[in-house]
């Protein structure tokens, strides 16, 4: 019998897992492990949400099927969402559809729009299933950079004019997973413009976009007038209202590439929970003081990572978004690699961090820091840190870090 599958031919080893691998099995032995690894949300969702959540769901009826594309009222808060936030005026009926998160939204848009060989625009390094997604599908990845600079457009033409056949859909992620980038309106404009011109489809991953630092609110492609002639975008209940385990996301804008997808999703399944889906209308349509609250906890947690890591002798530079921080690996360890390096802090330090090179080629030399753990497990975090540094012969701050 044949167990040589095409697709799974395509997927190279997932590298992360071999860190959770060993942060479990270090945990099963009873070992202290701050995790700093995944990004999974250490706090609760509002009250308010989870007791909607309990409500519907004590009603006999709302244990049926529920609605692919979404129920009604939860495509309509998402509308509001984009215009109370963006000043985007969006179609509930055309152009929104509910998701299970964002990753499934987008690797089963990849499975509607990609045919075999074509080439995909993806950043290297980027969120795995902005590759992944559409490697599944069949396609050929060309990479691009995350900077969202000129380099990254020279990169784009160079696609145009040297890839064959000619790139059909661009992926991009801003604030970026890994690296924390940010983009601000005038680089959207500019990638619209290139899809116009190009005929290329913009998918644009705005997973983060309530976790912003130093007053600089992240914006949307569809901000700019025309976006929707190209470009999707899609947003995730996970981080913003730590809900990451319900599993809501939305792809919202072209309403082609919202059809395709929606009609994909209704042979795949059924939509959420009801029950969830309506305590997301209560999270998007209630108080929204939440937000606020969790990017003020992230941002304080950024600052206690960075100055307390840098005291340990572990220099990161501080994100501007995101829930992580792209740390390069101290200068007199970078021989290790990133994989290597994550395995010694998990061993030693009992630190779990994700290798860059995870994330692509691109991300060697870099790991990922998930600011996961509250303020006073971080300053251990450094404290463990400096104590394996010192242990390998690097030089370290004198002063007690963390104190």
Known sequence: MQDDFYRIKRLPPYVIAEVNAMRAAARARGDDIIDLGMGNPDLPPPPHVIAKLAEVAAKPDAHGYSASKGIAGLRRAQSAYYERRFGVDVDPETEVVVTLGSKEGLANLAQAITAPGDVVLAPNPSYPIHTFGFIIAGATIRSVPTT???KYFEAL?????????????????YPSNP???????????????????????VLSDLAYSEIYFDGQPTPSILQVPGAKDVAIEFT??????????????????????????????SYLDYGAFTPIQAAAVAALNGPQDIVQQNRELYHRRRDVMVEAFGRAGWDIPPPRASMFAWAPLPPALAHLGSLEFSKQLLTEAGVAVAPGVGYGEDGEGFVRIALVENEQRLRQAARNIRKYLQSMGVNTPSANAGS
């Not at 209940?237 to 997808?261: H, P």
Request: net charge positive; charged share 25%.
């Open 236 to 265: 995730s209940m996970s981080k913003t209202y730590s809900m990451a385990g319900w599993r809501i996301g939305f792809a919202v804008g072209n309403k082609t590439l919202i059809s395709a997808l929606t009609r994909v999703k």
């Open 148 to 150: 969202p600079d000129e």
């Open 179 to 201: 690296t924390a980038e940010v983009a601000d309106l005038a680089f959207y404009e500019r990638v619209v413009a290139f899809a116009k011109k190009h005929n290329i489809w």
């Open 157 to 173: 033409e160079r696609a145009v004019r040297f890839t064959v056949p000619r790139p059909s859909v661009l992926v991009m992620g």
